[in-house]
């Protein structure tokens, strides 16, 4: 096994650098004045372009070729597909393409940051054309290296596997029962009475109930911290995950979510094989699994009645008292439960994110495959918002189509993990409710049962299960929409 152990051995050597390009990331985006972006923007993608030729080096076909013809048991010829997958991703760029798109990247987002706050599309355009365009040209170059569709052959960045065809599919069932559904909750919320936040809720005391609730959920803060950020994220390495949250100090409805999110992100990286650790085999099996554990914590988990019950009470602890009727946990249920067609993704409720992830799906599958250009989207994205949720954003960019930061550095082929995601965490949720009674764990405030069936199914499995594998393994099934239709329809009809 000396050449599996040479390429494991290679592969840590890239990861550590990876570590430094995570937290440089981080700070980037939570921390560093804006003076420093031009130099770090220049330092991060000669980064990228090292890792890029680490990927890369021309001893490694040779390895790849001998290491398949040594004794390895069943983990480590799967820690073998992965390695040579992730060295076949990087091997067919040309590093002057890495680097202009890290540049171009870093360049939009920060640009991106003010132009979203003053709607301005003319500015963020001529950035953003440059970003599309290496984007598309990194498609092509994906696609002529493995046969698929440029789209699809991005969207294996983060869905191994998963393709247009499978997706179309999918989102065409969702598209035939949603606005249905979403119109007949709307329609019977429409006469409950609920009672919003309406005080001043300092960050301190936000950050504050935010830590608590991490500690309900577990999170290692010897591996981990939160902090603030434009758009709220989780990033950093699984021995040092950093989340991000940000505060609106007229109300914590959305903070407070944030983080219970994030840090299902973060719990998932926490719990991946250590032993695995600086091998692809080691890392998260893809965005979807990614966001599954996410939004199980923040939807699935974050949003039933008993822990509802916890955050009532923790909140009323930190902002007001028990006497204050928001606090009630039949308000604060209604709080979390509550549908409404809005302009924000990132601030949409369970039933109606489907439809934002949807609209960007099409928009972003179209673009890369050249069939329109980027300067039609704000106009797509307002005939699409109309269709889907009945609201123009026309004029409105800022609350449109400049809303996300992920199209910003190129990141086209991500969008779709969000709703997959959704799906898989009510299967997964379906799986553990056979051997776990849910409600009751979390009632008692130990969650550790939760916990426990996670990692054993999913987070200690890392990358040595295929994305279908590892949820047949989990639930006895590949993925079934079903089981998050019937979700949506128990919880709110």
């Not at 290679?10 to 990861?15: A, E, F, G, P, R």
């Not at 440089?24 to 004045?33: N, R, S, T």
């Not at 031009?38 to 980064?47: D, I, P, T, Y």
């Amino acid at each position: 096994m000396d050449v599996f152990n040479q390429l494991v051995q290679h592969s840590k050597k890239i990861s550590h650098f990876n570590h430094l390009a995570a937290i440089c990331g981080w700070d980037q985006a939570a921390v560093m004045p804006a003076g420093g972006a031009q130099a770090r923007s220049e330092a991060m993608a000669q980064l990228s372009v090292h890792i890029h030729s680490l990927h890369t080096q021309p001893q490694l076909a040779e390895w790849f070729d001998k290491a398949q013809n040594e004794p390895l048991d069943d983990e480590q010829k799967a820690t073998l597909r992965e390695l040579k997958r992730h060295w076949q991703q990087a091997n067919v760029l040309p590093e002057a393409l890495v680097q202009a798109k890290s540049l171009a990247g870093s360049k939009c987002e920060h640009a991106w940051r003010t132009q979203r706050k003053n709607n301005d599309w003319i500015g963020f355009e001529k950035n953003w054309a440059e970003v599309v365009t290496l984007s598309q040209q990194e498609a092509q170059i994906r696609a002529d290296a493995t046969g698929l569709t440029p789209y699809d052959a991005m969207l294996d960045l983060y869905e191994p596997g998963t393709t247009t065809q499978s997706l179309d599919a999918v989102f065409s069932d969702v598209k035939t029962w949603l606005p249905t559904l979403i119109d007949q909750v709307i329609e019977k919320q429409r006469a409950e009475e609920i009672i919003m936040p309406t005080g001043h809720y300092p960050a301190e005391k936000q950050k504050a109930l935010g830590l608590e609730v991490m500690k309900l959920l577990q999170f290692d803060f010897e591996h981990g911290r939160l902090d603030e950020s434009v758009h709220p994220f989780c990033g950093g390495v699984p021995t040092d995950v950093r989340i991000t949250t940000r505060y609106n100090e007229s109300e914590f409805i959305q903070s407070l979510m944030g983080i219970v999110h994030e840090t299902g992100h973060a719990r998932y990286e926490q719990g991946l094989p250590k032993h695995l650790a600086g091998t692809p085999a080691g890392e998260a099996r893809s965005m979807g699994i990614h966001e599954s554990q996410s939004l199980f914590f923040e939807m699935q988990m974050g949003r039933s009645e008993p822990f509802i019950e916890h955050l009532a009470t923790l909140a009323a602890r930190y902002f007001s008292g028990s006497e204050d009727k928001v606090f009630a946990q039949a308000n604060f249920q209604k709080i979390y439960t509550r549908a409404e067609k809005g302009f924000i993704r990132v601030d949409a409720d369970e039933l109606t994110y489907p439809a934002h992830v949807i609209l960007r799906y099409e928009i972003e599958r179209d673009l890369i495959n050249g069939h329109i250009k980027h300067t039609d989207v704000p106009e797509l994205w307002d005939h699409k918002m109309q269709a889907y949720l009945g609201l123009s954003t026309q004029g409105n960019n800022q609350n449109g189509c400049m809303q996300d930061i992920h199209w910003t550095d190129g990141a086209f082929g991500y969008f779709p993990s969000y709703t997959l995601g959704a799906m898989y965490a009510a299967q997964f949720m379906a799986a553990m409710k056979k051997t776990v009674d849910v409600d009751a764990t979390i009632r008692s405030g130990d969650l550790s049962p939760i916990f426990t069936w996670l990692a054993d199914n999913i987070w200690r499995k890392g990358s040595l299960l295929t994305t279908d594998e590892l949820v047949k393994q989990a639930t006895g099934d590949v993925l079934n929409a079903q089981y998050f239709q019937e979700h949506l329809k128990n919880r709110y009809l």
